[in-house]
């Protein structure tokens, strides 16, 4: 029981590049999250699925774009890189997000540089 | 839009101090989750408060939910080294997404 695997660990890009950030959980949760983390900022949402099949934006979308692939993944593409997406990001899962939301479980993150 | 600020930014004690956190909501939220990240590491999940004025212990950590649900806190008794990193609140808004605070940052000195 892997819980949430992130892939790659880091990344440097160079500005106008594209990649995706890979995430997938084996614990059979229905809502995955990406966010990213940046120094004195705390954790920002970018996006969401709140269930296979769907997603939603969250604070800060723009120049980012997810794939709910199945249940179990949920991908983040930057399709052209630029030094403000210079950043932590982190996949997270929950079981579902109810009323209360749930408890998130986290991946290890991804620490990308773009110059 | 709805913020959540945590207070302070940064804090450093002496191992054996005690240490406190604060979170103020600008809306009433539906419940309070904690986080701790460890230098380098990512957020792992302590606990969640849902009632007003709820209080939850574990071990030397002692959390709030206050009566408006505006604010929480998180209080270490007795700070040990293993306490270092970071602590995030994070408010729920009813439904999927969860508001981070900044997070307040503890260092121990032994």
């Known amino acids: 029981n892997a819980g949430v695997t992130q892939t790659p660990k880091f990344q440097v890009l160079k500005t106008g590049q594209s990649m995706t950030l890979q995430c997938a959980q084996d614990m059979n949760h229905n809502s995955m999250y990406w966010y990213r983390q940046d120094p004195g900022m705390g954790l920002r949402l970018i996006y969401y699925?709140?269930?296979?099949?769907?997603?939603d934006k969250g604070e800060v979308p723009n120049g980012y774009n997810v794939s709910r692939l199945n249940k179990r993944e949920f991908s983040l593409r930057l399709e052209s890189a630029a030094p403000s997406q210079t950043s932590v990001y982190f996949c997270?899962?929950?079981?579902?997000?109810?009323?209360?939301?749930?408890?998130?479980?986290f991946g290890p993150g991804t620490r990308l540089t773009v110059l | 839009g709805q913020q959540v600020m945590q207070i302070p930014q940064y804090q450093h004690v002496q191992e054996g101090e005690d240490f406190t956190t604060y979170c103020n909501s600008s809306t009433t939220l539906s419940n309070i989750q904690w986080y701790k990240q460890r230098p380098g590491g990512h957020p792992v999940f302590l606990i969640q408060?849902?009632?007003?004025?709820e209080v939850k212990k574990q071990k030397r950590l002692t959390f709030q939910f206050g009566e408006a649900k505006k604010n929480s806190s998180l209080h270490i008794t007795a700070t040990q080294t293993t306490d270092v990193g970071t602590y995030f609140c994070a408010g729920g808004t009813g439904g999927f997404k969860t508001i981070f605070g900044a997070g307040t940052r503890l260092f121990v000195k032994a």
């Open positions: 699925s709140a269930s296979e099949g769907t997603t």
């Open positions: 408060l849902v009632k007003s004025g």
């Open positions: 997270a899962s929950s079981v579902t997000g109810g009323f209360f939301s749930d408890t998130q479980y």
